[in-house]
């Protein structure tokens, strides 16, 4: 049997500013990756988010970024090892908490913005957070770019990991993420990302924005919840998956 989880970035709100449609997403995914708090997201809304994705019974995840609220955490900042490590700590520690609080559990770890993005090729990066999530939960399962350094730490390390593939985001020769400042970063036709899913899943492929065919697992897709767009794209993408036999199911799922 074919299958995937589908997994959306959210709470990320905070204090007076909303952002995204966490209670209309939340319904139509199987994995949810909160904000902790330092990229975006606030105390009050952590609670929120964890209360509505226990509420429809999907999976939790932590969604640490980088101190940078200004910039959302797409901004690169020069962080030493330890000073990963204990940013990744706080915030896992964080989000853990408020699950505790309403009786459930923290399921997996999810970078957010240029933190994921550069966990995926800085090897040492990667090893630094890896060790943060092993630290705090050796149980959690470590989320991170299929083919990137971080996925490869996380198994050196023995923690269980769910490589994700980007439905809307094109990939380079080398299988990474097309910079997002590069006007061929994203896939604007759905009905052409729903077919590379398909592909991801089934064959374990993906075209590059050249063209050249890059081997990659898919265990879990991200599917952005922030746009006028995307409750229609992830009612769609999931239709349309399970219309193919390809199951919903988030990686904690056995």
């Known amino acids: 049997m074919y299958r995937i989880d589908l997994n959306s970035d959210l709470g990320e709100s905070f204090g007076r500013y909303t952002l995204g449609r966490d209670d209309q997403i939340i319904p139509l995914v199987s994995s949810v990756n909160i904000a902790c708090g330092q990229h975006a997201g606030d105390p009050l809304v952590m609670r929120k988010t964890v209360a509505l994705a226990k509420e429809a019974g999907v999976a939790i995840g932590a969604h640490p ?7 959302f955490g797409r901004r690169d900042m020069k962080l030493s090892p330890d000073e990963a490590y204990a940013f990744a700590v706080y915030q896992i520690g ?8 309403a009786g459930t559990s923290l399921s997996h770890v999810k970078p957010h913005g240029q933190l994921y993005n550069r966990a995926a090729v800085d090897a040492e990066l990667a090893a630094a957070l890896a060790q943060a999530v092993r630290d705090v939960d050796s149980t959690l399962i470590l989320v991170g770019l299929a083919n990137g350094a971080f996925v490869d730490e996380g198994r050196k390390l023995g923690l269980s990991v769910a490589e994700e593939f980007f439905a809307d985001r094109n990939y ?7 910079n997002r400042a590069e006007p061929n970063a994203m896939v604007h036709d759905e009905g052409e990302a729903i077919e590379r899913v398909k592909r991801a899943v ?12 890059i081997e990659l ?3 879990t897709l991200c599917v952005h919840g922030d746009t006028p767009q995307a409750l229609a794209f992830v009612s769609r993408i999931r239709q349309s998956l399970e219309a193919d036999g390809i199951a919903i199911l988030a990686v904690s799922a056995a």
């Open 172 to 178: 380079t020769d080398k299988g990474k993420l097309v």
């Open 217 to 219: 697992h898919a265990d």
């Open 65 to 71: 970024g980088y101190p940078d609220l200004q910039g």
């Open 202 to 213: 089934r064959e374990g492929t993906v075209l590059s924005a050249t063209g050249k065919l």
């Open 94 to 101: 964080a989000l853990s908490g408020f699950c505790a609080a």
